[in-house]
């Protein structure tokens, strides 16, 4: 079975694309190697002894997308990676991230809804769900105004998909709402590759413990959590990764209850900033040179997933600790030092 994914070369695609081949689908990427290189494709076939095939092709190229659609017929799912995902830059940007994020999602859709049967699996967010009002957060919970252009185009594509699906019989599709994706393959052949500053927490530890950034700046400790700091639900990539073929699965095998779904995937635990660090340096058996700051502008105090319909409905559970995942993200750091 042929299946797309978009942004296959990115963090969670890369991941996904392993535990795709690993079960013997056949994967076509596309990438428009905005933030991703080809040497993650490397990676893959290290990892799999397979090779996807792959076309360099712009997702925001209209015409692009129906000639690939046109020659590639035989696609009977697509997991839809390819955004933009640094929240600042989308303030400063929000046209951008509009056109990235909404007119290639529109473009997909335009072509999926001219094939007799389509699978459609969105990467969505926890972002979704902005502060919610109760903890652990189920799917049921409010949708609040965005924060962010970022944040608003994963609520806008879910709404895109929501309507599409409502015309659409044919098209059966997925949103999975990530909490905090964390790690590395076991291998260490592929990872995260944060291009600059890393502005998410893990990759920010891993690159101060390997010396190539100062100091870590914990954002504020006056939150009303057990230490103070905010909390957070990391989940493994990987585990992550395994859901979304389980979600392809329930789609290919038409187990789906509607033609749109939704599924929180999360650990179900927070942990806060101070125990990640305390973790880390557990694992990695190094001292992490870092200090308390001022608060980050737009942060949410806590955000955990109810994870109790991903693991009766799917039939999906995460499998690794925190220590697990973060010795996975140091082993990575230092294959990429
Ligand atoms: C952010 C985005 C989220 C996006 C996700 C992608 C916001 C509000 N949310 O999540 O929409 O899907 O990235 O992975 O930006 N922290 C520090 N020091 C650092 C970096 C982070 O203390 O140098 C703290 C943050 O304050 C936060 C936690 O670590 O409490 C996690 O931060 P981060 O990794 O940036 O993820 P989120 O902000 O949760």
Redo the contacts with the bound molecule.
């Keep these: 079975m042929k299946i797309l994914v978009t942004g296959g070369l990115g963090f969670i695609g890369s991941h996904t694309v392993v535990e795709l081949q690993n079960k013997g689908y056949q994967v076509v990427i596309i990438d428009n190697l905005s933030n991703a290189s080809l040497e993650v494709l490397k990676g893959i076939v290290a990892i799999t002894g397979k090779s996807p095939i792959f076309e360099k092709l712009d997702l925001k190229n209209k015409s692009a997308v129906q000639a690939f659609f046109k020659a590639h017929q035989d696609i009977q799912g697509v997991i839809h990676f390819a955004a933009s995902?640094a929240?600042?830059e989308s303030v400063d940007n929000p046209l951008m991230y509009y056109e990235n994020n909404i007119n290639t999602l529109v473009y997909v859709l335009q072509e999926l809804i001219k094939l007799k049967v389509s699978n459609f699996i969105f990467s969505s967010?926890?972002?979704v769900y902005g502060q919610a009002d109760t903890m652990p957060i189920a799917e049921t919970a409010p949708i609040k105004p965005a924060?962010?252009p970022?944040?608003n185009t994963?609520q806008i594509g879910e709404e895109i998909i929501k309507d599409t699906c409502k015309v659409n019989a044919q098209l059966n599709s997925i949103a999975l709402r990530?909490f905090?994706?964390i790690g590395a393959h076991q291998s260490a052949k592929i990872g995260e590759l944060p291009i600059g500053v890393?502005?998410?927490?893990?990759p920010?530890i891993t690159q101060t413990a390997i010396g190539k950034r100062e100091q870590?700046?914990?954002?504020?400790d006056d939150y009303p959590t057990s230490d103070g700091?905010?909390?957070?639900d990391y989940i493994h990539v990987v585990d992550l990764a395994k859901a979304h073929v389980i979600a392809l699965q329930r789609l290919l095998e038409s187990k789906n209850a509607t033609n749109f779904e939704v599924f929180n995937l999360g650990t179900g635990k927070g942990s806060t900033?101070l125990e990640?660090i305390k973790a880390f340096e557990k694992v990695s058996n190094t001292k992490l040179n870092y200090k308390i700051v001022d608060?980050?502008p737009?942060?949410?105090i806590s955000?955990y997933a109810d994870t109790t319909k991903a693991n009766t409905v799917l039939g999906w559970k995460a499998q690794s600790t925190l220590e697990q995942a973060m010795l996975s993200a140091w082993k990575w750091q230092k294959v990429i030092n």
């Design positions: 995902k929240v600042g967010s926890c972002t924060e962010s970022y944040g994963k990530y905090n994706p890393p502005q998410n927490l893990i920010y870590l700046s914990v954002f504020g700091t905010c909390v957070r900033v990640v608060r980050r737009g942060d949410v955000a």
